[in-house]
């Protein structure tokens, strides 16, 4: 259920409705300048930094030797100064995470909130194994908290305003008005009614709209030929690969938590941690640039180009131990895009072994289904995750072996590991944590 249900109002007023649902418009408007004016940044950052170019791995593989080995490593220094000195001292302020202020009913203070996405934009630019997308969320989050406060809304009113906005921040981030919506109500909330849904997805709509409409960009992960899965074989296929991909996502989850747990016990300030993992990042850009950013431009390179899968390989174990060393040592960020890197990988890995033995199977589709199914393990949102991958790549025609392989993967990701990448920042009462397999099969 939503914080405020929009069946209340319905049942109360027609008005209530009525203005309810152009709050979700109004959040889905300023969430969207949230997340242009942060993407804005990273670019204008990026380019005084390292000058024109398609991206950070570009970026990467133009530096000499030195500069790419210390970039991560000042960035991660930068970032847990901030962190550690800024917002820190901000404690007892009320909690600056949107999941927190949806789950206790917490304040998101402005300060608090803009300090952590200067530090995440700190360790993105720098070229630290993390997402940006965290930072659109919460700050596009942040706006419906700004906006109830100003119109001095009741605390329901303001979580609701917090979840469009949070909806808003994944639908213009990746461009995914839809599963936007999917993804408060399936992974935020837990589950939400009919009712309850839709005005997040008038938010997400309203977002991905305005982005859109600035942008002129199209999927962001499009593939170079349609790609659909439909025969027994190819998606008794998809199945197969959705359980290994599961088995996976339950390793990398658990690499996650040990990472977390290892630096929290090195007697170390924040900033030198964070310094630290910077550092090894850089080293392992020396032996391949791709583990720099998000992973977004590697996951489009293998939709469309051929690579050989000892390079694949490769670049995903670099990938992998980038991104748990990134986000262990107390990152701020998202592990989402990362997340879509390694299921690609895995999937075009599957890919290339069963275009050996069936030469006329599509590499690219088994990547997006690899996509999909890494997504559903280590987040436990298949429908999330079905969704998003079909929007982000305009593969509607894969849906169906979509919905086996992500299926397949979560639930074999949670018999092995009943925890998700997101279980730190859920209470212990939430409902989709903690809960026995038997209790969400029957």
């Not at 469309?304 to 107390?330: E, Q, R």
């Not at 990988?345 to 050996?356: E, Q």
Request: glycine share 12%.
């Amino acid at each position: 259920m939503l914080p405020f249900d929009c069946q209340r109002a319905r049942s109360g007023h027609g008005a209530e409705l009525l203005k309810l649902l152009i709050l979700a418009v109004l959040v889905g408007a300023t969430g969207a300048l949230a997340v242009l004016a942060f993407r804005w940044l990273l670019v204008f950052a990026e380019t005084r930094l390292y000058g024109p170019g398609p991206g950070l791995v570009a970026h990467a593989r133009a530096l000499s030797t030195l500069p790419r080995l210390l970039s991560p490593a000042l960035g991660g220094l930068l970032a847990g100064l901030i962190l550690q000195y800024l917002v820190e001292a901000r404690r007892g302020k009320g909690g600056a995470d949107y999941m927190e202020a949806i789950f206790a009913g917490g304040e998101m203070p402005v300060a608090g909130s803009l300090l952590k996405s200067s530090a995440s934009a700190a360790s993105v630019v720098s070229g630290g194994s993390i997402g940006r997308e965290g930072s659109m969320v919460q700050l596009a989050a942040l706006t419906g908290s700004v906006l109830a406060d100003w119109l001095r809304l009741p605390p329901d009113r303001r979580h609701f305003l917090i979840a469009c906005g949070a909806a808003a921040g994944v639908a213009g981030a990746y461009n995914t008005p839809i599963a936007g919506a999917l993804f408060v109500a399936e992974i935020v909330l837990g589950g939400v009614t009919v009712s309850g849904l839709a005005p997040l997805l008038l938010a997400s709509v309203t977002s991905d709209l305005i982005v859109r409409q600035i942008t002129k960009v199209g999927p962001i992960y499009y593939a170079a030929s349609p790609c659909s899965l439909t025969t027994a074989p190819e998606l008794l296929l998809t199945l197969a690969i959705g359980a290994g991909v599961g088995v996976l996502g339950a390793v990398f989850v658990c690499l996650l938590e040990r990472a977390h747990a290892g630096f929290r016990s090195l007697s170390l300030p924040l900033w030198a941690k964070m310094a630290l993992a910077g550092l090894a990042v850089g080293g392992l850009s020396l032996l391949r640039p791709e583990v720099w950013g998000n992973g977004y431009s590697v996951i489009n390179s293998l939709l469309h180009v051929p690579h050989a899968w000892k390079l694949v390989l490769l670049i995903l174990l670099l990938k992998t131990l980038a991104t748990v060393l990134t986000t262990g040592s107390g990152a701020v960020g998202g592990v989402f895009t990362p997340t879509l890197f390694v299921g690609a990988a895995l999937g075009s890995l599957a890919g290339s072994l069963i275009h050996f033995f069936l030469p006329e199977a599509q590499t690219s589709a088994y990547t997006l289904v690899g996509m999909g199914a890494f997504l559903a393990a280590v987040t436990h949102a298949p429908l999330t995750a079905v969704v998003m991958v079909s929007e982000m790549s305009f593969g509607f025609t894969l849906v169906p072996a979509l919905a086996l392989g992500c299926l397949s993967g979560y639930y074999v990701s949670m018999v092995l590991h009943g925890g998700s990448v997101y279980a730190h920042s859920k209470p212990a009462t939430h409902p989709t944590e903690h809960l026995e397999i038997e209790e969400i099969v029957r």
